[in-house]
């Protein structure tokens, strides 16, 4: 399709109501020919498959405006995922509920299963019919008169073309992952023509255009099986280069949002390859108002003594360092911690890293917490971890003189508080531990054009982008459950063994203790890979020692495919028929993920308390 320039001011909104009614039209036609289709017969099943495909391509001449003007309709027509956990404000301040997934991945997936039902299949675009009405209200068009809606709807298009467009996140057939991403680029240039004709004064860059154009060229240049496409170069040379145009663009501009969806986004960033890009957690806590670099060093400086310190554990014997040694990256690589009762059994979950932990808008492997400081708060007070209590901590903290009068000055930067509290030292914890939070790894340095990367690191993340299927649950560029526009956390079930022997599911119902639902047994939150090469045992119970055999649980199908019985197994059952050399490619990339973290070294010593028996505690605690 071409778009033809006119001087008619509302040429952009025009553009969009004339293919929004292409879609519409192919839309009304495919409902018609699923009634009168007969599904017992697999040439017309088929045929249905390719005619869906063909509408599938028509939605994506619209998808820059769908999924930016109204996430949830778009989700509607074209959702992945048969069940999602959502809320308007994510979670962080109402309950999660449940949304039915629709449209046209669901149905292409339905129609690979034995016997069909054409009821089913057509209840899969019910509510994509529905859907298509919103995006002719005036709350979704009215932006169209503005220019500032589309240089964010542009940064979600290019986050999304380095995270889901070319993974198969959401195209269950992966012969027409290249086409229909060469598809979307060929109809967003023309978004951009029409854009142009009408923004005057708001013009796209010249020399975003150009280096577009260059990326068109050099998709329709790949060959067409996705596993073969060069993810890095196509993401490093082009999407991210441009990503670096449109944060300017939106500075430049002076662009401001109204939308849910740029919340989390930081509009200052240059690259996608940032810990920067977004942000999903505060680690400054109660002290948020604070940005003076001495105060902050001086509060950080509290939260590593705190950090070290076992006096938060009841019996004045653990400390957070206890489980999340600073040196094996906040994680403890050689078990699973024990419970403050016992120093000889073991706590039933995986001590998570604290690295990149901001990353996550919910935390722990079930997604409890909303907060690092939530968190934190809740290690201290567990009964199983440090068994403490909110007012004995205060107490304790405040007997010792360094603490006293340190904290007792942090309180001007708190004029809601009064006196020293729990916030504050939780708060001081996080500060500390978050700054391990933004160092590079090798991958980032070249995906930023600082260095390069050897060839098995490339070929591993086109495997990781591609046949290996990780981007599907490990998004660019945070390798977690956090896809764009990054306002979530996902879970998965992947089946995960009680033991490496397979005869038990892990008794660990994760993500159901916190929204309990048929959905969410078993489920667990996705983890970052990052650092992963370096953060021994793996999976939420620590079952599993090497990435070897964490690749081999994926490539066999995980725990359904060993014969454990998942029936809500989110990963797929098949064999990913990884070799030996993929693998090894793999996990090249893998380690090409590690952080050049610089690790500080343990306090000297520790606050004295005005309580005596309180000054032969160890530094890091005593197991």
Not at 519 to 530: M, P, Q, V, W
Request: some cysteine; charged content about 20%; overall charge neutral.
């Amino acid at each position: 399709m071409s778009f033809q320039a006119d001087n008619n001011l509302k040429s952009y909104k025009n553009y969009y109501f004339q293919q929004l009614d292409f879609f519409k039209q192919h839309h009304v036609k495919i409902l018609s020919q699923i009634k009168k289709s007969n599904l017992n017969s697999t040439s017309n099943v088929e045929n249905l498959k390719t005619q869906i495909s063909e509408v599938r391509l028509t939605l994506k001449a619209i998808d820059f405006w769908l999924r930016y003007l109204e996430p949830v309709a778009y989700k509607q027509i074209n959702g992945p995922l048969p069940v999602e956990w959502e809320t308007e404000v994510h979670e962080k301040h109402e309950k999660p509920y449940k949304r039915l997934g629709s449209g046209f991945t669901l149905a292409l997936l339905y129609l690979e299963e034995p016997n069909p039902n054409k009821d089913t299949l057509l209840q899969f675009f019910k509510q994509s019919s529905q859907a298509l009405q919103v995006f002719e209200q005036d709350s979704i068009t009215t932006q169209l008169n503005d220019y500032q809606h589309f240089v964010f709807a542009n940064r979600l298009h290019l986050l999304n073309l380095a995270a889901i467009y070319t993974t198969g996140f959401e195209c269950s057939d992966t012969a027409a992952i290249v086409p229909e991403l060469l598809a979307i680029l060929e109809s967003t240039h023309n978004i951009y023509l029409a854009y142009n004709q009408t923004f005057i004064d708001k013009n796209i860059p010249a020399y975003y255009l150009l280096t577009y154009l260059k990326m068109i060229d050099f998709v329709k240049n790949q060959p067409k099986n996705y596993s073969q496409f060069n993810h890095f170069v196509f993401i490093k040379d082009y999407v991210n280069v441009l990503f670096a145009y449109n944060q300017k663009w939106i500075v430049e501009s002076k662009a401001s949002s109204k939308s849910f969806l740029d919340y989390a986004l930081n509009k200052n960033n240059q690259t996608i390859f940032s810990k920067n890009v977004y942000r999903a957690q505060n680690a400054k806590g109660i002290f948020l108002r604070v940005n003076d670099e001495n105060e902050l060093l001086k509060i950080k400086n509290m939260g590593k003594l705190l950090f070290y310190d076992p006096i938060l554990s009841k019996n004045n014997q653990r400390s957070c360092a206890s489980c999340h040694f600073p040196t094996q990256f906040f994680t403890d690589t050689t078990r699973k911690a024990a419970p403050h009762f016992s120093k000889t059994l073991a706590l039933p979950r995986n001590t998570p890293s604290l690295i990149n932990a901001n990353a996550n808008h919910l935390l722990m492997h079930d997604g409890k917490h909303i907060s690092l400081q939530n968190q934190c708060k809740d290690v201290i007070t567990n009964p199983n971890e440090m068994a403490s209590d909110a007012k004995e901590v205060v107490e304790k903290v405040m007997n010792c003189k360094k603490y006293k009068q340190t904290f007792s000055e942090f309180l001007k930067h708190t004029p809601q508080e009064t006196k020293v509290t729990f916030d504050h030292i939780a708060s001081a914890i996080t500060l500390y531990y978050n700054d391990f939070s933004q160092y590079d790894s090798d991958f980032d340095d070249a995906m930023n054009h600082k260095t390069t990367l050897n060839e098995q690191s490339i070929k591993g993340f086109n495997l990781f982008m591609s046949k290996a299927q990780c981007a599907t649950c490990h998004f660019v560029p945070q390798f977690n459950g956090t896809k764009p526009p990054y306002t979530g956390s996902e879970f998965e079930v992947l089946g995960t063994p009680a033991d490496k022997n397979y005869k038990n599911l892990s008794a660990d119902l994760g993500r159901f203790d916190q929204n309990p639902a048929i959905e969410t047994k078993n489920a667990f939150r996705t983890s970052t890979l990052r650092n992963s090469a370096k953060t021994k045992p793996y999976m939420h119970n620590g079952v599993f020692d090497t990435l070897d055999e964490v690749i081999d649980f994926y490539n066999t199908g995980g725990g359904a495919a060993h014969g454990l019985l998942v029936d809500n197994q989110t990963l797929s059952s098949d064999s990913l028929h990884l070799s030996s050399t993929e693998i090894s490619h793999l996990k090249a990339f893998i380690h090409s993920l590690n952080e050049h973290i610089v690790f500080d070294t343990e306090p000297k010593e520790l606050p004295k308390s005005n309580q005596k028996n309180l000054n032969s505690r160890k530094i890091g605690g005593e197991y």
